[in-house]
């Protein structure tokens, strides 16, 4: 039995993470804490949980309590906390999946010029494995820290990552647009006024525009893909959903392919990934048929009039966007079937 605790267990990520691990049959949650002044049950805190999840969630007072219960620690944190806290568990041998982006981009500048802080812990990203199973699955399993990608790049990548993998010419590289949107669970649980109802209610905004903290970390993996380096223009924004992203992403051919082209080369990509959708010709991803689940789905269609891809992807940004895709990293981490727990 694979003994898991959870740091940062009150937020909207950690209760997914509750969700998916109290029906694990290969999961024991040992250890709940969290930003809080006394212990309360965490049923209290999301009352969905009554009569399923009977656990405490504790003060978080530092790491020496938590380490020998547990042999994987994921860190439902914010951005800048995490590093402060991988390193104690990493030394003592445990499994880390942090789903903040603290040990996703590999340059300490980039993450520095992005989210406004030097990284402490520089020397662990190199070990790093970021957390897309569709592209990492090998290097998961042979991991001790895993940085779960982010929502927005989750479906962005997996949308894009058959067309600008190396050996492929069917599209520019150098002109990506991207339109992406998310349900309000994104911006976490803390209230902001972006947020309350009035104000997001009957009303659609677009967010950081041409700044968005994720913009590196999509470039950065769409280069490792294609071998040459990558820039995107990515704009975010905020629908009155709960749950779930869409993103639409424009692509200028090199030259005129057929539908079926294009399905052939997902086809072949993504043969065999038990998480991913490709839809056929003519139908398109809704956000409804992936929310509360890990799936990806991907649809396409091909403007012959302005020589234009349409590539679109729909995910939950709870789950294959963050708590579902750090189980799916776990169970590869521990020998098991990638879809336990999830499927």
Known sequence: MIKAGIIGATGYGGRELIRILSRHSEVEITSLTAKIDEPVSISEVFTSLRGKVDLT????????????????????????????????????????????????????KVYQEWYGIAHEQSHLLEGSVYGLPELYRK???????????????????LALAPLVRKGCDLVELEDIIIDSKTGVSGAGCSPSLATHFPEINENMLAYKVAKHQHTP????????????SI???????????????????????????????????????????????????????M???????????????????????????????????????AVQNMNLMFGLDEGHGLL
């Open 57 to 108: 969630c504790y003060p978080f007072e530092g790491s020496d309590k938590i380490i020998p219960r547990v042999d994987i620690i994921f860190l439902a944190l914010p951005h800048k906390v995490s590093m402060e806290i991988a390193p104690d568990f990493l030394k003592k041998g445990k499994k880390v999946i942090d789903l903040s982006a603290d040990f996703r981009l590999k340059d300490s």
């Open 139 to 157: 290097e998961i399993k042979e991991a001790s820290l895993i940085a779960n990608p982010g929502c927005y790049p989750t479906s962005i990548i």
């Open 217 to 228: 970390e999509i470039e950065q993996e769409l280069s490792n893909l294609s071998g040459t």
């Open 231 to 285: 820039n995107v223009t990515f704009t975010p924004h905020l629908i009155p959903i709960t749950s779930g992203i869409f993103s639409t992403i424009y692509l200028k051919l090199k030259k005129n392919v057929a539908h079926e082209e294009v399905s052939l080369l997902f086809q072949d990509f993504y043969r065999g990934q038990p998480f991913i959708r490709l839809l056929s010709e003519g139908i398109y991803p």
């Open 287 to 325: 956000v409804k048929n992936v929310v509360r689940t890990n799936y990806c789905e991907i649809g396409w269609q091909i403007n012959y009039r302005t020589s234009r891809l349409i590539i679109l992807s729909s995910i939950d940004n709870l789950i294959k966007g963050a708590s579902g895709q």
